[in-house]
């Protein structure tokens, strides 16, 4: 019929007859579901009727205006009025029976026979295209084999039987969501590498601060790459400056070791060694017990010995191996740390990046070595300045001929600040050179210390218990007696010899003065 709005059937009869009692109409079984089959017609502008509830269904189809989608499949039947479809499972294609009740009704032999081949085929599925979850179920869109997509439709789970296609869209959908993931985070990581050496675009135009502390900036970032360059340690070095436009410092060159100046020799040659293979297991015959002292360290590198006793670490002449428990100042410095500008007026300080467990070994103090007469001459000349980095060599007492001067060579600890209340000890350590005169200057932990936490010592310290009693090392500092404080910074304007060193370091036993 032409015009499909004259196919009357009063609802109430719908809901009561079975469907093949209306002639001229066709009972089968749909691939789609009523909702589906509701927009199917709305698009092509049929008429779509739900009668007879979630079973049966009317669909009143002009053949000819329904075009491709039904003539492929019935290209004989010009003149169907109507199709009456089962449609309670979407999955299922076969013919359930041919209605109209009486053989009038029935197709041409031709006709009926493709009708039937068409009907009779199983739908299978090409490729499933998404997927989403809507009130706890599942739903695929999915790609018919052989079907154009205008006839891709959205399916329940339980519709389908391709297990092993919906595991592997899952499992592609999970590689891409980790792919997208690596990216995004590749990109990042590029971006924050490249980021510090290209300036952003400045509104208003530049003014000269926002030049300066562009400027300082770069020479900052500089500096921390060349400090990471010259040192040998495992643990890296942060610059960080969010305090004023102070730039790297322009006098200060970044040593390992101590430097011999002049007229001063460093032995470097050890005459005895151990023959231990496992030293910590035989400590009775180790280097330590040889010279007289105790073993310094635990099993995992940690100081037991009280301040102001010595350690004697292994030596290149010994048969154990750089793993070592007798070897922790030659492992370096093993936390990451940042050179930092401090708020409180004491110039740069030093933080740590990560957290340090209480008698861990933290740093060495460094510098060029140089004799106490050298060190006097050099001694006026920093105190007319306000600040000084000279460090005796003082741990035997009757013979003490050098001093360490850390103004111009030296490590991170040439920016560590002097604090009354200290989270640092001093200990001296005896490697490869083994002259009491020239011991190796090594800071421990005292307390535990956490990430972001300044490491300060106190530039004035007394000497530690010379006692053999062992035990617990006890928290506050005890080492040999500086006669020269490393202080730095702690003024900016020239002092008379006799002026006081006022201390800022504001702990609670602040003694207010350095010196």
């Not at 009130?135 to 297990?163: R, V």
């Not at 970032?221 to 322009?250: M, S």
Request: aromatic fraction near 10%; hydrophobic fraction near 30%; proline fraction near 7%.
């Amino acid at each position: 019929m032409d015009d499909i709005a004259n196919l009357k059937i009063p609802p109430e009869k719908m809901a009561v007859q079975a469907p093949h009692s209306f002639p001229g109409c066709w009972q089968v079984r749909c691939k789609f579901s009523p909702k589906q089959l509701q927009k199917l017609c709305s698009k092509e502008g049929l008429r779509f009727n739900d009668y007879a509830g979630p079973t049966w269904t009317e669909l009143a189809v002009d053949m000819r205006r329904l075009g491709m989608k039904m003539d492929v499949i019935f290209p004989e039947m010009p003149n169907i009025d109507c199709i009456v479809l089962d449609t309670p499972s979407p999955s299922s294609s076969s013919v359930s029976s041919v209605g109209g009740g009486t053989d009038k009704a029935k197709l041409p032999k031709t006709a009926m026979l493709k009708r039937r081949r068409v009907l009779d085929e199983e739908f299978e599925v090409e490729e499933i295209l998404e997927h989403k979850r809507r009130a706890g179920q599942d739903y695929y869109f999915i790609k018919w084999q052989g079907w154009p997509p205008t006839y891709n439709t959205w399916e329940p789970k339980e519709h389908l039987q391709c297990s092993k296609l919906m595991k592997e869209y899952h499992q592609n959908m999970k590689r891409k969501k980790l792919s997208r993931k690596y990216k995004k985070r590749k990109d990042q990581t590029q971006l924050s590498v490249f980021l510090p050496l290209v300036p952003k675009p400045l509104f208003p135009p530049l003014t000269e601060d926002t030049l300066a502390k562009f400027k300082q900036k770069q020479s900052l970032l500089l500096w921390q790459e060349e400090l990471n360059r010259k040192c040998t340690d495992p643990g890296r070095i942060v610059v960080e400056n969010h305090v004023d436009l102070e730039g790297p410092p322009t006098n200060f060159i970044y040593i390992n070791d101590y430097k011999a100046g002049e007229g001063v020799v460093i032995p470097e040659d050890p005459l005895v060694g151990c023959s231990c293979t496992d030293c910590f297991e035989t400590t009775e015959v180790c280097c330590p017990t040889q010279t007289g002292a105790k073993f310094a360290y635990t099993k995992t590198g940690r100081i037991r010995v009280r301040p102001g006793k010595p350690i004697y670490e292994c030596n290149k002449r010994c048969n154990c191996g750089p793993k070592c428990s007798n070897r922790v100042i030659q492992k370096g410095r093993q936390h990451n740390m940042a050179i930092f500008r401090t708020a409180n007026g004491c110039g740069w300080g030093v933080k740590t990046l990560q957290k340090i467990k209480m008698n861990t070994f933290v740093m060495t103090y460094v510098g060029e070595v140089i004799t106490n007469e050298e060190a006097e001459e050099r001694g006026k000349v920093y105190d007319e300045n306000g600040r000084t980095y000279l460090f005796d060599l003082d741990y035997n007492d009757e013979d003490a001929p050098y001093t360490v001067d850390a103004a111009v060579h030296g490590n991170i600890s040439h920016f560590v600040n002097h604090s009354c209340n200290p989270n640092m000890t001093v200990y001296n350590v005896f490697i490869n050179c083994l002259d009491p005169r020239l011991p190796h200057i090594a800071l421990f932990s005292n307390k535990d210390i956490e990430a972001g936490e300044e490491l300060t010592f106190d530039y004035l310290m007394y000497k530690g218990d010379s006692s053999d009693d062992e035990s617990p090392i006890p928290s506050s500092p005890m080492t040999p007696f500086m006669n020269r404080s490393p202080t730095k910074d702690q003024s900016t304007v020239g002092r008379r010899e006799k002026e006081r060193v006022p201390c800022r370091c504001g702990a609670e036993n602040c003694r207010k003065y350095l010196y």
